[in-house]
């Protein structure tokens, strides 16, 4: 069974300040995927960046990074000089290959501060 | 190109009634997941649809059923609502279109239609 596990519930941080959000995963299978979702207060999950579990180097997409850490199982997203836009819930998400299904943590809530 | 759209928005119901949420997926899609996000928690898998059938469910009753039209809309039908029904539902849309690359499969959700059973 997969299963990803987030330990903070909450963090505050100032604007444009790097932020590192935490995510830790276990599964049995060899070939994943995982996934950073933002989740503004109006509730839509907004796709931030995948990270393969072949891939060889770390995700990037614009501000966001993803630090893959296999042999730790860690996923933890990096925020670049973060914005006020960036206060939401952030979820990490992992699937299985061949099967769709996403598991989800309990996420994180962002605040930054002015 | 249209992203994932759900309707309705908020919807109020009822202990025991029933009520059927609607979702039409991203162009170009022809996968279409549920699922039930309560309130503090992540996302829950409830099923997902694949070309008109079901392709997969979570740990959800009977009483939770799903339809996918030949458009690849999709529709969650929960009968006997129950007060612990009360959530926000999303659906997430994806293509299955090809092997090359993961983001063809990468879910892309919707607003998401939120319930209150009293």
């Known amino acids: 069974a997969q299963k990803i596990t987030q330990t903070q519930p909450g963090m505050f941080m100032q604007e444009k300040e790097a932020v590192t959000l935490d995510c830790t995963y276990d599964?049995?299978?060899?070939?994943?995927?995982l996934f950073w979702y933002k989740q503004p207060s109006s509730g839509e999950m907004i796709f931030l960046i995948y990270?393969?579990?072949?891939?060889?180097q770390n995700a990037t997409e614009g501000r966001y990074s993803l630090n893959f850490q296999k042999a730790r199982k860690s996923a933890n997203l990096v925020i670049s000089a973060s914005q006020l836009g960036d206060s939401a819930m952030y979820f990490c998400a992992m699937e299985n290959f061949g099967n769709e299904k996403l598991t989800f943590g309990t996420g994180t809530r962002l605040t930054i501060i002015p | 190109e249209t992203g994932v759209t759900q309707s309705p928005t908020h919807l109020i119901k009822t202990r025991g009634q029933q009520v059927t949420l609607r979702c039409s997926s991203q162009?170009?899609?022809?996968?279409v997941s549920w699922y039930q996000q309560a309130l503090g928690q992540g996302p829950q898998f409830i099923f997902q649809?694949?070309?008109?059938?079901?392709?997969g469910r979570g740990n959800f009753p009977p009483r939770f059923s799903g339809l996918q039209f030949p458009n690849y809309s999709s529709e969650l039908n929960v009968n006997a609502l129950e007060l612990d029904d009360s959530a926000l539902y999303l659906c997430a849309s994806s293509s299955s279109f090809g092997t090359s690359g993961i983001y063809g499969k990468t879910q892309y959700f919707g607003p998401g239609t939120r319930l209150l059973v009293l």
């Open positions: 990270q393969g579990s072949y891939d060889q």
């Open positions: 649809y694949y070309r008109e059938e079901e392709n």
């Open positions: 162009s170009g899609h022809n996968t």
């Open positions: 599964t049995s299978d060899p070939s994943y995927g």
